[in-house]
């Protein structure tokens, strides 16, 4: 018989939509968990029932009124089947029971979906019929999408408080990063110039002079660094939105700048290839700079960045910087763009690509990273065309 067709069909409806509305309620999963067996237990007349919360096509037995079943181990085979096929499957006979030696004679295994993806199973397993029919398979239907509904919610909420709390942590990264600038750097640097000025203006030696005036040009290039992310800090939660800039020409001086910097690095880049207007701050050509500098820095030997670009859509625009070097570590890789994050031989702040990722994103863009074809580096830059 049908569910629509039972004689207490009105009751047993309203009874559902008021435990909906307090699945919606819960604040935890294990709110959920708990109140669902509730459910089962006073709507439906079986000995067991186990709640099976599915996280990536995993299962996870959250709980059971079965005490034959371990909540710490695997799923049964009827579940697997259930997330599988995203359908309700029924198993009768010896096989319905979980365990050996077991009174069970029908089970039922009801999935729910949110977007196509499972996110619970519920379990009933009966002792005294030979299968569990429509008039109970429909009703658990309707539980098990109000539970998935409201583990889904909560699982929403979770990352974005996860999103929000990671987002403070990048602004404090930075702002202890602007006051590191300013104060430890800024000290450095002034010592710096002053020194190299004063040895400017005493040696003759042509190569010498060379030699100073680039650490002059360094300096200032650094010193103009500090002042302008200490500008954007202290602006940031004023900042108006990022604007239209010419890739070609940040990347021109980006590269343009670097080349003086570095004697073992080469750039191949052709300007002409980068005819795009892309939105980005002040500081867009420091996360060309940081990446740039990144690959003469932490590799031995003479290395060669490839600056190519693509567009995967009409909205974007990748900039990629694909290197010939020794590649990231594979024990940082997935962490290369934190915070205080560096390789186990890098003698650095690990603060570089972390800048490069807070300021990529603050102009609604995105970077990861993959390993090139020569076995180095490859960073990818994606920015929102103007």
Known sequence: MSFEKQPDFASQVADLNRYGQALNSCESVDEVVSLTLEAVSLLFDFPYATFVEVRNGDPEIADSTNPNLDPEETATDVVSRAIETGETVRQTGPAAGATDNSDVTATLAVPASIVDEVIVVLVTRATSTDEIGAEHAEPLEILASHAATAISNIRSREELERARQDLETRKEMIELYDRLLRHDLGNDLQVITGFTDFVADNVEDDDTVEY?????????????????VGDLVSTLEEADEPEPKPLRRELEETVEGVDTQYDDLVVEFDPGDFE?????????????????????????????VSIYPEQPDPGTVVVGFADDGDGVAEEVR?????????????????LGLGFVRALTESYGGTVELRESGSGGADFRVVLDRA
């Open 212 to 228: 100073v005036e680039r650490i002059q040009r360094a300096a200032e290039d650094a010193a103009d660094l500090v002042e302008r």
């Open 276 to 304: 795009y207007q892309v939105y980005g701050g002040d500081l867009l050509d420091s996360v060309f700079t940081n990446i740039l500098s990144n690959a003469a820095i932490h590799n031995d030997d003479p290395v060669t």
């Open 334 to 350: 997935d962490e290369i763009f934190e915070m205080g994050r560096k390789g186990p031989e890098s003698d650095g702040t690990g």
